[in-house]
């Protein structure tokens, strides 16, 4: 199946920084969101790290006889060994740093995804939006406990908590997505540059009201005229026939 992608990354308006990674590599079939975390420079380092080594794993002869599944464990597990271990041994001004990292990776007429932290995966099949991963935050987990409602989201104080990451500690588990891939869907995967400041259904307004290649600006843009408060990396794919 044909697809065509697309991505765009803005630090905002209140960073000094862009602290997100993001890659396209379709030779492999490999897309990756990073946000990192971790002072003024560590965030940086974290999701660079982790983004170049998934590639570096994709990249291996042996990989294409794994499944992807043990892939993206593989992937995260070394991500986090290395990041954790750099602030450990060789540059202990950037102890505690990490990030969330979203993937897709493509394999015959699937999509599998991998998921740490708040980043997120869509999907949008004209006209619904669905969240497909399962944000690692201290929000989410509220919401999970039925101790807070939707209307108490916005006044959360510890929305930004997020509770899995790569590279905050040397071990971590992702989620892993298996999904069946058809003919005019769309994925979008994102930084909370994005989800925090531009509400779902926005979002699928967004989609339903551009052209794919059209949508991505117009998520980025929009996340800057809610506020613009954190760096937004935004991409999507879009299957065709």
């Not at 271990?85 to 995804?113: C, Q, S, W």
């Not at 987990?141 to 040397?170: D, K, P, W």
């Amino acid at each position: 199946m044909k697809f065509d992608s697309w991505y765009l990354t803005d630090k905002g308006l209140r960073r000094e920084s862009n602290q997100d990674s993001c890659l396209i590599n379709k030779d492999l079939g490999l897309f990756i969101v990073a946000d990192g975390m971790g002072g003024h420079s560590g965030g940086e380092v974290a999701s660079s790290m982790a983004v170049e080594t998934v590639e570096e794993i994709m990249l291996q002869p042996e990989s294409p006889k794994k499944s992807p599944r043990e892939l993206i464990l593989h992937s995260y597990e070394e991500a986090s060994r290395r990041i954790f271990d750099k602030a450990a041994n060789e540059r202990p001004e950037l102890a505690g740093m990490g990030t969330t990292m979203v993937m897709a990776h493509i394999r015959g007429k699937y999509l599998y995804v991998g998921n740490v932290g708040d980043s997120r995966c869509y999907l949008f099949k004209k006209p619904n939006l669905w969240q497909i991963t399962e944000d690692h935050s201290l929000l989410n987990e509220q919401l999970r406990a039925g101790v807070m409602s939707e209307e108490q989201v916005r006044q959360f104080v510890g929305r930004n908590v997020i509770t899995r990451s790569v590279g905050y500690e040397r071990d971590v588990y992702p989620d892993v997505i298996e999904r069946e891939i058809f003919p005019g869907e769309i994925y979008l995967l994102c930084s909370d540059g994005l989800s925090s400041l531009v509400e779902d259904k926005v979002i699928s307004e967004i989609l339903n009201q551009n052209p794919p290649d059209k949508a991505v600006k117009a998520c980025v843009e929009q996340a800057l005229a809610n506020g613009g408060d954190d760096n937004v990396t935004v991409m999507l794919l879009h299957f065709h026939e």
